[in-house]
């Protein structure tokens, strides 16, 4: 079947961008669906970390709380969602919405089209204290051409990286 290569195993962590992205677009006037917010980590509660600290443009919130109840409804997302449909199903729309996007990237990045920089799942190759991470990327034609550091965080963000990565 093929051989491993640390460089071409990409895992979709897209569905946390999105709802991080959709929580802070509702959020934030007047600039509504312009966030990008990074997520790194894993996909699972409290491994799953949104960085607003590095959101681009206006603030969300000043307010520590707010952020930290953001951040948590973010972890929460999929429990949310299970939750308002009653058991009977989960969030199969955005999964797919969130995962034709990560895979319109990774086309356009194999085809020479764009190099983006997307946030995955993926082997850190000795980059991050955790030897698999979500963290920020380079993608290109052979696959990852970059590993970018999480850079700079807030001590409440390095708090949830601290719980996330034990």
Known sequence: LGVYN?????GVSMLDVVRANKFVNNERTPYPNQAAVPVVGGH???TIVPLFSQLQG????KSSERLNALAVRVQN???EVVKAKAGAGSATLSMAYAGATFALLVVD???GKSNPVVYSYVDTDGTQPSSFLAIPLLLGTSGILK??????VSDAEQKLLDAAIP
Not at 6 to 10: A, H, P, S
Not at 147 to 152: A, E, H, N
Request: proline letters at 8%; aromatic letters at 4%; a positive charge.
């Open 6 to 10: 640390k460089n071409k195993l990409l």
């Open 44 to 46: 699972s509660d409290i």
């Open 58 to 61: 206006p603030a969300v919130s």
């Open 77 to 79: 997302a999929g429990t």
């Open 109 to 111: 990045a194999l085809t």
């Open 147 to 152: 590993r970018y550091p999480i850079g700079r």
